[in-house]
C-alpha cells in the first residue's frame, strides 16, 4: 500500500507563504493522482486542490485559487503545496491524500485510496 507523510505546517501570520510537502512510500509514484484536503476544528474535511499522475489535470478550491499552488517531483515521489498570501481562514490540518489513476476532477474525500496523518497550519491576524 502507499504510506504519506506530511511536513512543512507550522505557524505564520496573515499574508505570509508555507509550503508544505507530501513524501510517498510507494514503488512507482506517478501512477497515483496525488489531492490536499484541510480540516479545521468542527467543521467537515474539504478538498483543497489536486494534481494529476503526470503534473496535468490541476485543481483547485475557489477559496484557495490564485494563492495556492500544487505541484510534484515524480522522481523524488514528493508532492507540494506553495501557500500564499495565507489567511485566518487557512488555518486547518492539512492531509495528503492519493489515489491510483487519473481524472480531470477528484475533489471528494471518497475518491481517495490512502491518507496521511496530517500536519498542523496556523495563520494568525
Known amino acids: 500500500q502507499v504510506q504519506l507523510v506530511e511536513s512543512g505546517g507550522g505557524l505564520v501570520q496573515a499574508g505570509g507563504s508555507l509550503r508544505l510537502s507530501c513524501a510517498a512510500s510507494v514503488r512507482t509514484f506517478s501512477g497515483y493522482t496525488m489531492g490536499w484536503f484541510r480540516q479545521a476544528p468542527g467543521k467537515e474535511r474539504e478538498f483543497v486542490a489536486h494534481i494529476g499522475w503526470a503534473g496535468g489535470n490541476a485543481n483547485y478550491a475557489d477559496s484557495v485559487k490564485g494563492r495556492f499552488t500544487i505541484s510534484r517531483d515524480n522522481a523524488q515521489k514528493t508532492m507540494y503545496l506553495q501557500m500564499n498570501s495565507l489567511k485566518p481562514e487557512d488555518t486547518a490540518v492539512y492531509y495528503c491524500?492519493?489515489?491510483?489513476?487519473?481524472?480531470?476532477?477528484?475533489?471528494?474525500?471518497?475518491?481517495?485510496?490512502?491518507w496521511g496523518r496530517g500536519t498542523q497550519v496556523t495563520v494568525s491576524s
Open positions: 491524500a492519493a489515489r491510483f489513476g487519473d481524472r480531470s476532477t477528484w475533489s471528494n474525500e471518497n475518491d481517495y485510496s490512502y
